[in-house]
């Protein structure tokens, strides 16, 4: 109408529409700008694009939301799996890694950064581990291993098909497992052969005495006493440990003045050492410990014991008894043969010694240090070992402060 009036029809369509094609670019350059700042505001607008805007604004949020949830589900996902104590990772059909766990990263080293889509056989660098996955569709048997890198550490492998052509690995630490497996082999050989080589040695003079005169007898007689004692050490021993096992000694736990205590220990140990040794006691007075007394007294007679017999005559060994930071502490060192520090980890495993001619030499049974060990794990208590072969050792029996006494 207006155009119709002004006589200008054309220039006022023209105009119109310049404005509405002006009105639409801005607009778009609007919905542009928001696109890809999208942390900006919504854009404000009318009619149509005001419609526009409002359904984009409520998309988004509705995405946000649901990326939100899909982040929380994923967050869930992997705090359940890090809590996982056996190492967990996922493979695609060509064996390479997508996905692992924490103790997955812990246990074999993994980054995410570097080693997600790389072959698994590169990752777990153990040729019997890349034989059993290549022919795992075949068998369902597990693989026991050891561990890459890692010194006596044992793993079970499983594998089990999933979604798609991907597989889920497991990998579990049975090193308790493995390792108790082979001190039960140990133990059977070990207390065979201990008490095969005695009765060897007693049926071997009592053959002989059938055709000797009575004079004759006195060395054959000494040698199996000799043998007989070393037998019941052992199954003294033996007897010891198993009654420490099955035995609840809570209840039995009582104050116990543990400077009396290593007096009465001195004793002994000067009876043994028959003037051989430079024998030092040192003890904080009035430094007690609550406990079970008589296994205590084994523990800490087994130290003693030991540290005599494999220090040669002319050597010294000490005793002390201190508090410190750590908590009440028995020290027991001497200037003995030593230890060579590959043997230290398997000194308390029971029958293990160093060199079992020493040993058998020394009329030791390989259980002395197994039962100390016992004894301070049952009053929460830990061994310590320190040792230069031929320079000396040092056996330390630290124990909780909250179980000092005086």
Same mark, same amino acid.
């Given at each position: 109408?207006?155009?119709?009036?002004?006589?200008?029809?054309?220039?006022?369509?023209?105009?119109?529409?310049?404005?509405?094609?002006?009105?639409?670019?801005?607009?778009i350059?609007r919905?542009?700008?928001w696109?890809?700042?999208?942390?900006?505001?919504?854009?404000?607008?009318?009619?149509?694009w005001?419609?526009?805007?409002?359904?984009?604004?409520?998309?988004e949020?509705?995405?946000?939301?649901?990326?939100?949830? +899909?982040?929380?589900?994923?967050?869930?996902?992997q705090?359940?799996t890090?809590?996982?104590?056996?190492?967990? /990772?996922?493979?695609?059909?060509?064996?390479?890694?997508?996905?692992?766990?924490?103790?997955?990263?812990?246990?074999?080293?993994?980054?995410?950064?570097?080693?997600?889509?790389?072959?698994?056989?590169?990752?777990v660098?153990?040729?019997?581990?890349?034989?059993?996955?290549?022919?795992?569709g075949e068998?369902?048997?597990?693989?026991?291993?050891?561990?890459?890198?890692?010194?006596?550490?044992?793993?079970?492998?499983?594998a089990?098909?999933?979604?798609?052509?991907?597989?889920?690995?497991?990998?579990?630490?049975?090193?308790?497992v493995?390792?108790?497996?082979?001190?039960?082999?140990?133990?059977?050989?070990?207390?065979?052969?201990?008490?095969?080589t005695?009765?060897?040695?007693?049926?071997g003079?009592?053959?002989?005495?059938?055709?000797?005169?009575? =004079?004759?007898?006195?060395?054959?007689?000494?040698?199996?006493?000799?043998?007989?004692?070393q037998?019941?050490?052992?199954?003294?021993?033996?007897?010891?440990?198993?009654? /420490?096992?099955?035995?609840?000694?809570?209840?039995?736990?009582?104050?116990?003045?543990?400077?009396?205590m290593l007096?009465q220990?001195?004793?002994?140990?000067?009876?043994?050492?028959?003037?051989?040794?430079?024998?030092?006691?040192?003890?904080d007075?009035?430094?007690?410990?609550?406990?079970?007394?008589?296994?205590?007294?084994?523990?800490?007679?087994?130290?003693?014991?030991?540290?005599?017999? +494999?220090?040669?005559?002319?050597?010294?060994?000490?005793?002390?008894?201190? =508090?410190? =930071?750590?908590?009440?502490?028995?020290?027991?060192?001497?200037?003995?043969?030593?230890?060579?520090?590959?043997?230290?980890?398997?000194?308390?495993?029971?029958? +293990?010694?160093?060199?079992?001619?020493?040993?058998?030499?020394?009329g030791g049974?390989?259980?002395?240090?197994?039962?100390?060990?016992?004894v301070?794990?049952?009053?929460?208590?830990?061994?310590?070992?320190?040792s230069? +072969?031929?320079?000396?050792?040092?056996?330390?029996?630290?124990?909780?402060?909250?179980?000092?006494r005086?």
């Amino acid at each position: 109408m207006t155009g119709w009036v002004s006589g200008l029809p054309a220039k006022v369509v023209l105009a119109t529409l310049a404005a509405f094609a002006i009105w639409h670019i801005v607009n778009i350059w609007r919905l542009y700008f928001w696109l890809k700042h999208p942390d900006r505001n919504r854009p404000g607008s009318l009619g149509m694009w005001a419609r526009i805007f409002d359904r984009i604004s409520s998309m988004e949020q509705k995405n946000r939301e649901q990326t939100t949830r +899909y982040r929380s589900m994923i967050d869930d996902f992997q705090n359940v799996t890090d809590a996982f104590p056996d190492a967990t /990772l996922i493979i695609d059909g060509n064996s390479r890694l997508t996905w692992f766990n924490r103790a997955a990263r812990e246990l074999l080293g993994l980054n995410e950064q570097e080693d997600i889509g790389r072959p698994v056989r590169n990752l777990v660098d153990s040729p019997e581990f890349t034989s059993w996955l290549a022919v795992r569709g075949e068998t369902e048997s597990p693989l026991e291993m050891a561990a890459p890198g890692k010194a006596n550490t044992w793993l079970d492998a499983s594998a089990f098909s999933i979604r798609g052509n991907q597989r889920l690995l497991v990998l579990r630490d049975v090193s308790e497992v493995h390792n108790m497996d082979r001190i039960r082999k140990d133990f059977v050989t070990n207390i065979s052969h201990e008490l095969r080589t005695p009765l060897t040695v007693m049926r071997g003079y009592l053959e002989l005495l059938q055709d000797r005169p009575a =004079d004759e007898m006195t060395d054959a007689i000494t040698r199996m006493h000799t043998q007989a004692l070393q037998m019941q050490t052992m199954l003294d021993d033996l007897l010891e440990l198993s009654r /420490l096992q099955a035995v609840d000694t809570h209840s039995m736990e009582e104050y116990i003045d543990i400077p009396v205590m290593l007096m009465q220990l001195k004793q002994e140990a000067e009876e043994i050492s028959r003037g051989n040794h430079a024998l030092l006691f040192e003890a904080d007075n009035g430094l007690a410990l609550s406990g079970v007394k008589s296994d205590l007294e084994s523990a800490f007679r087994n130290l003693i014991v030991n540290a005599l017999k +494999y220090t040669p005559e002319g050597g010294k060994v000490s005793i002390r008894w201190r =508090d410190s =930071d750590e908590g009440p502490t028995l020290s027991v060192s001497d200037t003995g043969i030593g230890i060579p520090k590959r043997e230290i980890p398997r000194l308390t495993e029971r029958f +293990y010694r160093v060199g079992a001619d020493r040993g058998r030499e020394s009329g030791g049974t390989g259980l002395g240090l197994a039962i100390v060990k016992h004894v301070l794990s049952g009053h929460q208590a830990r061994l310590e070992i320190d040792s230069n +072969y031929g320079v000396g050792s040092q056996f330390s029996c630290i124990f909780p402060p909250g179980r000092r006494r005086g």
